[in-house]
């Protein structure tokens, strides 16, 4: 059974910042690609950052520079720090992870991220 439990979200004010946390069970972050990705109202679930197993990152134009991927292999947690926050990064944040075996999609239940003006 895999468990993704997400961690960090919340009310904060423009400039701000927030780390996201994503503990694993069932799966191992040090094998697979994960990444971050969110949603907000009325628009499409779209990739914030993305780690592989070789550490290669991506990151959308609209948050480089400002947010960083991570993982502790040990604790088999992946990390998204979110520096200087401008109130269009307010959606749910989801973290994502994809089985190496059998190729199934795992997600976390999500978390808000509110940024005010």
């Known amino acids: 059974q895999v468990q993704l439990v997400e961690s960090g979200g919340g009310l904060v004010q423009a400039g701000g910042s927030l780390r996201l946390s994503c503990a694993a069970s069932g799966i191992s972050f040090s094998l697979v690609t994960v990444g971050w990705f969110r949603q907000a109202p009325g628009k499409q679930r779209e990739l914030v950052a993305a780690?592989?197993?070789?550490?290669?990152?991506n990151y959308a134009d609209s948050v480089k520079g400002r947010f960083t991927i991570s993982r502790d292999i040990a604790k088999n947690t992946v990390y998204l720090q979110m520096n200087s926050l401008k109130p269009e990064d307010t959606a749910v944040y989801y973290c994502?992870?994809?089985?190496?075996?059998?190729?199934?999609?795992?997600w976390g239940q999500g978390t808000q991220v509110t940024v005010s003006s």
């Open positions: 994502n992870a994809v089985g190496r075996v059998s190729k199934k999609d795992y």
């Open positions: 780690m592989t197993s070789g550490s290669s990152t």
